[in-house]
């Protein structure tokens, strides 16, 4: 099963929204809501930032927020800010022998 | 606070084995299924295997199926992944994660900081 495909990177100024694409198929991210996405500094941890689809875990900022239409899931950062400057991961249930899909990856980079 | 801590990586020849462990703590242990993830140096995550609560389930990707197992010991707190037969590209920083969920919710709302894995002659 191949990844879940993202754009290899994404940039705004600050103060701008941006949005990240992940796309999958019906097998995962189109038909089930075990959609995540994960932030992720250089030489850190991922961290999650949503879950199943447009949840935010205590704690991360509503500047971040999560939707999906089809088979096509998306991030957007609002009122982008400097430390938001990472890479960022999208994840899905698959019901491939592949259990857990990720993304490739997208670099965020703040102008 | 709510911690996981790997440990057990290391440089180790082709067709060797390791065997990986995940401490952790703040939390109840076997409330949770876990997952350990891997990722090669600048490069994206990789989903390894996963095992619920209790392990009566458990899952593993198609790379590594036949070689690792996981395993965890709940009174202990911990989870494992051994690895044999071990292959150049199995060099990558291995991390475990929670799963929010007894059984399976595939995502990952706590995670270690890694131990790294090198597969090297």
């Known amino acids: 099963q191949s990844a879940l495909t993202q754009p290899a990177s994404v940039s705004g100024s600050p103060g701008q929204s941006i949005t990240i694409s992940c796309t999958g198929t019906?097998?995962?991210?189109?038909?089930?809501?075990?959609l995540s996405w994960y932030q992720q500094h250089p030489g850190k941890a991922p961290k999650l930032i949503v879950f199943?689809?447009?949840n935010r875990p205590s704690g991360i900022s509503n500047r971040f927020s999560g939707s999906r239409s089809g088979n096509t899931a998306s991030l957007t950062i609002s009122g982008l800010q400097a430390e938001d400057e990472a890479d960022y991961f999208c994840s899905s249930f698959s019901t491939s022998t592949t259990l857990v899909l990720f993304g490739g990856g997208t670099r965020v980079t703040v102008l | 606070e709510v911690q996981l801590a790997e440990s057990g990586g290391g440089l180790v020849q082709p067709g060797r084995s390791l065997r990986l462990a995940c401490a952790a703590a703040?939390?109840?242990?076997?409330?949770?299924?876990m997952h350990w993830v891997r990722q090669i140096p600048g490069q994206g995550l990789e989903w390894v295997s996963s095992?619920?609560?209790?392990?009566?389930?458990?899952a593993y990707a198609d790379s590594v199926k036949g070689r690792f197992t996981i395993s965890r010991d709940n009174a202990k707190n911990s989870l494992y992944l051994q690895m044999n037969s071990l292959r150049v590209e199995d060099t990558a920083l291995y991390y475990c994660?929670?799963?929010?969920?007894?059984?399976?919710?595939?995502?990952?709302?706590?995670w270690g900081r890694g131990t790294s894995v090198t597969v090297s002659s």
């Open positions: 019906s097998s995962d991210l189109g038909g089930y809501d075990y």
């Open positions: 095992i619920t609560w209790n392990g009566g389930s458990v």
């Open positions: 199943e689809v447009s």
């Open positions: 703040g939390f109840t242990f076997d409330d949770y299924a």
């Open positions: 994660g929670r799963d929010p969920g007894v059984n399976f919710y595939y995502y990952m709302d706590v």
